[in-house]
């Protein structure tokens, strides 16, 4: 299967950059998905999350706080006011959470936002 490269960017440094099969993110009209050849696309993005499976099968989540993605066939790259990586595996998964949580409260993300990003984190959870 096809890849896609996926950056996401803050002003502190690089969040995540890797090789993934599909992206979905949290654009200001809704989540959409993205796969390799996606046309060409510019989107702002809401607070919320972005999430990506690599291509080794793993589900990456990073919460972020606004910014906007840059599309095109091979690859998207997300230029965000701040973000935090919710399911890394190197570290502990609840101070992440937290964190994310702060984050999207502080881009006064809305309640359903916020639950729908701790829904996504356990759903991960329950499959390892």
Do not use: W
Not at 73 to 92: N, P, Q, R
Not at 108 to 125: G, M, P, R, Y
Request: with cysteine.
């Amino acid at each position: 299967m096809s890849t896609l490269k996926l950056e996401i960017v803050t002003p502190q440094g690089v969040i995540y950059e890797g090789n993934v099969k599909i992206v979905t993110l949290c654009g200001k009209d809704g989540e959409f998905g993205v796969l390799p050849g996606h046309a060409a696309v510019v989107s702002l993005l809401d607070a919320g999350t972005i999430s990506a499976t690599t291509d080794d099968n793993k589900e990456i989540v990073v919460a972020i706080n606004g910014g906007y993605a840059k599309v095109s066939e091979e690859k998207v790259s997300c230029i965000v006011d701040g973000a935090v990586a919710i399911t890394d595996e190197e570290g502990d998964l609840s101070a992440s959470l937290k964190k994310a949580k702060e984050l999207l409260k502080s881009a006064q993300a809305a309640d359903t936002t916020i639950a729908a990003t701790v829904s996504k984190v356990e759903s991960i959870k329950k499959k390892r």
